[in-house]
Nanobody, 126 residues
Framework: QVQLVESGGGLVQAGDSLRLSCAAS????????MGWFRQAPGKERELVAGIRWSGTNTYYADSVEGRFTISRDNAKNTVYLQMNSLKPEDTAVYYC???????????????????WGQGTQVTVSS
């Protein structure tokens, strides 16, 4: 059973930066596509960014393109989400997710991920 633990959330003001980390257990971390999701109050869970198991390909939601960067360090079993120029609209609980790697990289729906972290709160004040 793969376990994912997010960290790095907090309270910041608009324009600030945060880096979220997701530490994964298991020897097979490098075989999983990874994703960051967020869920704001009253809204559905949204795919923010995804990264292929190899780190070769990434995906970003339009709302964060150019501001957020997803990366992974397979040697450390960790995936990161660097968030710059944060906006109040970014306020949400952020979740890390792992899914078995696909042959062709593509954005994946929540149901396609196999494991989830507990979430970390990001609050951006105006």
């Amino acid at each position: 059973q793969v376990q994912l633990v997010e960290s790095g959330g907090g309270l910041v003001q608009a324009g600030d930066s945060l880096r979220l980390s997701c530490a994964a257990s298991g020897r097979t971390f490098s075989t999983y596509d990874m994703g960051w999701f967020r869920q704001a109050p009253g809204k559905e869970r949204e795919l923010v960014a995804g990264i292929r198991w190899s780190g070769t390909n990434t995906y970003y939601a339009d709302s964060v393109e150019g501001r957020f960067t997803i990366s992974r360090d397979n040697a450390k079993n960790t995936v990161y989400l660097q968030m710059n120029s944060l906006k109040p609209e970014d306020t949400a609980v952020y979740y890390c997710a792992a899914g078995r790697g696909r042959i062709t990289f593509r954005p994946m729906a929540p149901r396609e991920y196999d494991y989830w972290g507990q979430g970390t709160q990001v609050t951006v004040s105006s």
